[in-house]
């Protein structure tokens, strides 16, 4: 090993060396109760590492063209209206997959079209038909009784960053509503590159898809889980094993020190990264989806590995822009709700 390289590496463990009491205790892998992934909210979007939308081997080499016919007239309930008397729009988009499902996201500023990818997570695509639909049972938060009715009729995006994303789907309207459970990830890391990624370079730089700010982020997300996937709990420990740590933050992969944070991947499906247009599922930790989805306005390489991609706008991306730029408060709400009328399948 290079002298420069451990040196780099010892100028991180000696700074953060037990710096608060009981470190044990410190490390807390749960992401934020808005449903978002703390490292995408610093305000430091990584550049795009991985390019997987032009080489994954799933999306075809030609575009499929497919027409939409929704309905024009904006429904004044959260149940669209159909009959053959409504004023209709005709879209022309392209999707990867004719037996893909196709949704129309209605919104108070205009509607999107998406393309689901059940192939590429199962349990999110039925998740979210289900509740758009009123097909899957839910607890209603105020009243603790389990309904089956749409969920996401008559909510809003109660978070919007410019620059980043769009997140709706609680149930209360904020960003602590769940349909009263929660489901596993379905995330391919292997298909992401994620295991191909050291975590440090040569020099001792962290990964920039780890979006590692400062020393502080080092210590909560790449040197605590190692001690405790190591079984270091004191100084003296850490001392006695530092070169073990060392070869082991040389050689770990971005996947696995996701891994270290609870996180668990699976090879039955495949991947995509969160770029521009996917909707992903928001959550508060590894494993714990529930009905709350984000949809992003620019790539987020960041949050690859943390959140099941299971859909992308096929058209209306202006319109995402346009909720992407109304005016919020401090916390990320807009000032004008921006309501999702409905959310419901498209019969092509």
Same mark, same amino acid.
């Not at 879209?91 to 949704?103: A, G, K, L, M, Q």
């Not at 991609?309 to 709700?337: C, H, Q, T, Y």
């Given at each position: 090993?290079? @002298?420069?390289?451990?040196?780099?590496?010892?100028?991180?463990?000696?700074?953060?060396?037990? &710096?608060?009491?009981?470190?044990?205790?410190?490390?807390?892998? @749960?992401?934020?109760?808005?449903?978002?992934?703390?490292?995408?909210?610093?305000?430091? &979007?990584?550049?795009?590492?991985?390019?997987?939308?032009?080489? @994954?081997?799933?999306?075809?080499?030609?575009?499929?063209?497919?027409? &939409?016919?929704?309905? &024009?007239? !904006?429904?004044?309930?959260?149940?669209?209206?159909?009959?053959?008397?409504?004023?209709?729009?005709?879209?022309?988009?392209?999707?990867?997959?004719?037996?893909?499902?196709?949704?129309?996201?209605?919104?108070?500023?205009?509607?999107?079209?998406?393309?689901?990818?059940?192939?590429? *997570?199962?349990?999110?695509?039925?998740?979210?038909?289900?509740?758009?639909?009123? !097909?899957?049972?839910?607890?209603?938060?105020?009243?603790?009784?389990? $309904?089956?009715?749409?969920?996401?009729?008559?909510? $809003?995006?109660?978070?919007?960053?410019?620059?980043?994303?769009?997140?709706?789907?609680?149930?209360?309207?904020?960003?602590?509503?769940?349909?009263?459970?929660?489901?596993?990830?379905?995330?391919?890391?292997?298909?992401?590159?994620?295991?191909?990624?050291?975590?440090?370079?040569?020099?001792?730089?962290?990964?920039?898809?780890? @979006?590692?700010?400062?020393?502080?982020?080092?210590?909560?997300?790449?040197?605590?889980?190692?001690?405790?996937?190591?079984?270091?709990?004191?100084?003296?420990?850490?001392?006695?094993?530092?070169?073990?740590?060392?070869?082991?933050?040389?050689?770990?992969?971005?996947?696995?020190?996701?891994?270290?944070?609870?996180?668990?991947?699976?090879?039955?499906?495949?991947?995509?990264?969160?770029?521009?247009?996917?909707?992903?599922? *928001?959550?508060?930790?590894?494993?714990?989806?529930?009905?709350?989805?984000?949809?992003?306005?620019?790539?987020?390489?960041?949050?690859?590995?943390?959140? !099941?991609?299971?859909?992308?706008?096929?058209?209306?991306?202006?319109?995402?822009?346009?909720?992407?730029? $109304?005016?919020?408060?401090?916390?990320?709400?807009?000032?004008?709700?921006?309501?999702?009328?409905?959310?419901?399948?498209?019969?092509?």
């Amino acid at each position: 090993m290079k @002298a420069p390289s451990r040196l780099t590496v010892f100028y991180f463990l000696a700074a953060l060396l037990f &710096a608060c009491t009981g470190f044990a205790d410190e490390f807390d892998p @749960a992401q934020d109760t808005t449903g978002a992934d703390p490292l995408a909210t610093s305000g430091s &979007a990584s550049t795009s590492v991985l390019e997987a939308e032009n080489s @994954a081997t799933f999306f075809n080499s030609q575009p499929l063209s497919s027409t &939409a016919n929704i309905n &024009a007239a !904006t429904p004044i309930a959260g149940t669209l209206d159909r009959s053959s008397s409504s004023p209709t729009l005709s879209i022309n988009f392209s999707r990867e997959d004719f037996d893909n499902p196709v949704v129309e996201i209605r919104t108070t500023l205009g509607s999107m079209i998406l393309e689901l990818f059940p192939d590429e *997570a199962p349990l999110a695509v039925s998740n979210f038909i289900g509740l758009a639909e009123g !097909t899957k049972t839910w607890i209603e938060p105020e009243s603790g009784q389990r $309904v089956m009715r749409p969920l996401y009729d008559g909510t $809003v995006f109660h978070r919007v960053i410019e620059g980043f994303m769009i997140q709706g789907g609680s149930p209360t309207g904020l960003g602590d509503g769940t349909p009263g459970y929660q489901f596993r990830d379905e995330i391919n890391a292997r298909s992401l590159g994620l295991d191909k990624m050291e975590v440090i370079n040569d020099s001792g730089v962290p990964h920039p898809i780890l @979006a590692i700010n400062d020393q502080n982020d080092f210590q909560q997300n790449i040197l605590i889980p190692l001690y405790q996937q190591l079984d270091i709990n004191s100084q003296e420990e850490l001392e006695l094993n530092i070169d073990l740590v060392d070869r082991r933050l040389r050689n770990m992969t971005v996947k696995e020190s996701f891994e270290n944070l609870g996180y668990q991947y699976t090879e039955r499906v495949i991947s995509r990264m969160p770029v521009r247009g996917v909707i992903a599922m *928001a959550n508060s930790g590894p494993n714990s989806n529930g009905s709350q989805f984000f949809i992003n306005l620019v790539d987020t390489d960041w949050l690859a590995g943390k959140h !099941t991609v299971f859909g992308k706008v096929r058209a209306g991306l202006e319109v995402l822009d346009a909720i992407g730029a $109304v005016s919020v408060d401090n916390e990320g709400r807009p000032l004008r709700d921006v309501e999702i009328l409905s959310i419901r399948q498209l019969p092509l």
